[in-house]
């Protein structure tokens, strides 16, 4: 069990310093500057314009990416290919109307080739609906999740090892206001399945068990009045939320939350929100509400790579007992695009490293009798984007976890690899 553990391990490590290397460093990411060089170089050249909007896009330099296509447009005005790429522009940045009247101009031309033409297609339903106010997304995800975990020596669990299938629904309706400041009524939930390892203390081994989650929420988007659309947004939701471990010990509730979200610039993203949960619909668990809150933000460098911080955490309360756990995790993520294909797939890969503390009662002995544990995290996830709806994923954790209780400490191993289609 160790050598194979040391040798998945190991595998993980590499993905894990491939993604923490510069891009550039491994030749792997076609860096914006080259891209724009190589469109100078070639200002009517179609198969270097529709690369340049790739790498503008992917690095998030929607401008640079419009004005490109513009300039290229009105000199080849019935160029459909082209006008094409700018309605997916003008329908990523919102400019709906515009990108209606590119992708029907494309149509009317009639020049592209039959997979892009039902791209259009469907594209135009999309602004369509969109322009009606209405946008929807259903993601479908479907794949097999693995984890191997190692027991520290004298507990009473055996090194074991668990396969399992895994899947997953991803879904929103949103529902714009018609507000100067683009409020919108968001209706969203998701659904997952697979199985875990679980174990209800550390005294008696445990079990593979399903391991459902599932929730819900009807959300408020608002802006704030004279901040500006993009700088400066209130989210107000009402959720349900389940986590089932078996048949004895699930956690349910109803809750409440807020969130703002600050742009400074367009690089910038910063939040902070907090809520509240009631768990007293709850079995097997002996905390009856929780409070939760968060707080993060992120930067968009302009090689397309992303950084991300994160600290959420919670307390959890019971009748006649006042507060009886807390826990709180801090992550710092850091990724972006690491290979282009044309015409094949697109390579994202974030690295995530997060650490953090729990101290929860015994579910075998009650309240006032506790476990306390220290963990460290660190993942791979890598996306090939296919498709504008299609992409397989390839995700790597690993996960160490030490308890007050020495000999319940453990190390463990994930992989979990999956596709998922998009609908919308």
Known sequence: MHSSFSMIFGFAAALLCAGILPAGAQGL???????????????????TLAQFV????????YDQAISSIEQYLIKYPRDARARLAASRLYYYVGSYELARRQVQYGLEV???PADEQLDAVRLLARIERALLGVTWELALTGGMFSASTDFEPGGAEDDRTLVSPYGRADGFVRWDLGTPSADALVLSGSLTATQRFFTEDLSVPGAEETFIHGNAAITLDKGLPNSGID????????????DRFDNDVHETGVGLSGRFLVRPTVETTLFAGAGYIDLSGSKGIFADSRVFYEAGGSYRFRNGQALGLRLVGSNDFASGSGEIGRSYMGEVRYGGVLMEVPDLFVWSHQVAVSAGHSDTP?????????IESDFWRIASESDFQLTDWQKVSV???YRETDFDIASGDRNSFELLVSYTLTLN
Request: overall charge negative.
């Open 110 to 112: 009639g020049d592209l």
């Open 395 to 397: 995700d790597l954790a």
């Open 54 to 61: 790739t790498v503008a896009v992917n690095a998030g330099q």
């Open 29 to 47: 990411y076609p860096a914006y500057d080259d891209a724009f060089s190589a469109r100078v170089a070639n200002p009517t050249d179609n198969g």
């Open 362 to 370: 015994d579910l075998s002995v009650g309240i006032g009798t506790n």
């Open 231 to 242: 700088s400066l947004r209130l989210l107000l939701s009402a959720f349900t939320v389940t």
